[in-house]
């Protein structure tokens, strides 16, 4: 080789090891980047868990072995699909432009996370759809966080105008909070999941002292062997399953605010996954064992509140409905957290019109705005089953997309130029990852089939009306886009 080749070579060379470079590295100083552990643990948290208050249909499904699936769902269904969005989130944790479809350039800060890759995978227009079905799903979730919220505050039946009050007064809240910028968002999260769990923590000491005297001492209830001749309902149970274990991908979404992800992302999703478990198995176990507890079988949404005060009386009752409450709003507030970053995301990447973006600095208001407002109208005039029916079906689709899109993107990557600047499963080889992710694959695809099936006619016209308007908006975006930029050449 000739001295002009070698030093062509190691100028290439020194230009690719620059680019990996500038892609993996995690900047010592960016305003953007404020989420660290504690944070992103208490924000996966809320996407994921909705609390004990809400989860005894899983006893009622089956009966006691019901419990088991607050164990089982998340080794073959949590843990998978968490290692496939750690790694794909940290395979992008800042400079985007180091893609394989070189001819769509990505913005700097890699919000949108599922969104990216699988635009990569798939194209833009598969990436604007999943983009545009995750934003109708977090709408209807925070919707039907808000309802319960409601109820809980209200009661059921409660006069319109006094509901639609205190649903404005909460959403316009979450939304002001949300404006307020990432810090005062990281400082909430964390605040109420301290108020969230402290609650089962008492219940939990309170009925061990009860265990501890003989006087009360606490056996287990006969209650738990009473046989039923009701037949169980596993599709039921994995219906509650699936709402109480779904959210992971919510990290993804603003992995561009996360102080360095290829450490933050793998620590908070294996703590977040811990403290999801124990919050709903430790309270529904205690209520299993409590004897003064009901017969599984009478179990239904709002027992634990009466355990509660079986256990502790009314002060304990008191305190587990007002976590109840603070769960239910931390879950609020951290949708719309990763829905903003979403649209955020898609925005600064060409999929929705620039002015949705925000800044590094400050937030989408405008996509905050059109969130809150739908939230308002949803509650006003959607009931809550018919909420949950299309939110199943709708929010099950995207997340088996975005699975095959990272199994893709990860056989793709070229993780022999990156190799130990990203987090990767390393134990895990691809043609493993695929075997360990069939269980999710299935699981999504049931509760898509088994959604519709069970669904009212009118339900399974929503979910097809709100699955194919996302052609046309597709179109329709792409136009107010070209108007923008005339207008902004012009």
Known sequence: ???????????????????????????????????????MTCLTFFAVCSGPVGSEEAIAAVGPIGMTIFFVFPIFYCIPVMLLYAESSCAYPQNSKYTLNTTMPLC????????????????????????????????????????????????????????FLLCTFISVSVGVLNFSGLGSVGRSVTLLCVCAIT????????????????????????????????????????????????????????????????????????????????????????????RHSPPWQQWKEGTMLDIASAIGGKPLKVLVMSATWTHLLGMFVSEVFSNGCVVQGMAENGLLPKYLAGTDAAPPKMAISTHIAMIVCFTQFVEFETLMHIN??????????????ALRDRTRRKDDVIEGRIWKARFLSNHLFL?????????????????????????????????FSGLPMEKLVAYVSLLRNNNVKM
């Open 1 to 39: 080789m000739s001295e002009s080749e070698e030093d062509e070579t190691s100028s290439f060379l020194s230009n690719e090891n620059s680019l990996v470079d500038e892609y993996c590295a995690t900047p010592t100083v960016n305003e953007s980047r404020q989420i660290g552990v504690l944070q």
């Open 108 to 163: 700097n800060t890699c919000l949108g996370g599922f969104v990216i890759w699988v635009r990569n995978s798939f194209g833009a227009s598969v990436s604007f759809q999943v983009g545009y079905w995750r934003w109708i799903s977090s709408v209807l979730n925070s919707s039907l966080f808000a309802i319960l919220l409601l109820d809980l505050s209200l009661g059921k039946g409660s006069v319109s105008v006094v509901r």
């Open 199 to 290: 609650p089962y923590i008492a219940m939990s000491l309170m009925w061990f002292v009860r265990l501890i005297f003989p006087q009360i001492s606490l056996e287990a209830s006969s209650d738990i062997v009473i046989k039923s001749d009701r037949p169980f309902d596993w599709l039921r149970l994995l219906h509650v399953a699936f709402w109480d274990f779904n959210g992971w991908d919510s990290g993804a979404s603003y992995a561009g605010k996360i102080i360095d992800p290829s450490k933050t992302l793998p620590r908070s999703l294996s703590m977040a996954l811990l403290l999801v478990t124990l919050v709903y198995s430790v309270p529904l176990a205690i209520g299993l064992l409590f």
């Open 392 to 405: 199943n079906s709708l929010s099950a689709l995207p997340l088996l997309i975005e699975i095959l899109a």
């Open 435 to 467: 075997l360990i992710l069939v269980i999710p694959v299935m699981t999504l695809l049931t509760i898509i089939v088994s959604s519709l099936m069970q669904s009212n006619i009118q339900v399974q016209l929503i979910v097809s009306g709100l699955m």
